[in-house]
Nanobody, 119 residues
Framework: QVQLVESGGGLVQPGGSLSLSCAAS????????MGWFRQAPGKERELVAT???????NYADSVKGRFTISRDNAKNTVYMQMNSLRPEDTAVYYC?????????????WGQGTQVTVSS
């Protein structure tokens, strides 16, 4: 079993910055892609950003140039720096990671962390 523990998030004014982190632990060989998704009230969960084990990144158009995803493979941790935040970025942010083990390849989700952008 693999656990993802998120930290960061909170309340910030428009134009402000926040950072998120997500640490994976448990029995696994390695992590493939990791990423962040978000879900606003009444909306579907949507991809925000992903990063492969080799460091290739992908971003939703709505966050390009404002958010930066990174990872530390030695710490099994993914980060996301969020700048120039807008009210429409308000959502619960979920960490995702695909873990590879001795007899599995499986995706896992974090518990979610609230990000609220409001004046």
């Amino acid at each position: 079993q693999v656990q993802l523990v998120e930290s960061g998030g909170g309340l910030v004014q428009p134009g402000g910055s926040l950072s998120l982190s997500c640490a994976a632990s448990g029995s696994m060989f390695r992590l493939n892609a990791m990423g962040w998704f978000r879900q606003a009230p009444g909306k579907e969960r949507e991809l925000v950003a992903t990063i492969t084990g080799g460091g290739t990144t992908n971003y939703a158009d709505s966050v390009k140039g404002r958010f930066t995803i990174s990872r530390d493979n030695a710490k099994n941790t993914v980060y996301m720096q969020m700048n120039s935040l807008r009210p429409e970025d308000t959502a619960v942010y979920y960490c995702y990671a695909e873990a590879v083990g001795p007899n599995f390849v499986k995706g896992y989700w974090g518990q979610g962390t609230q990000v609220t952008v409001s004046s």
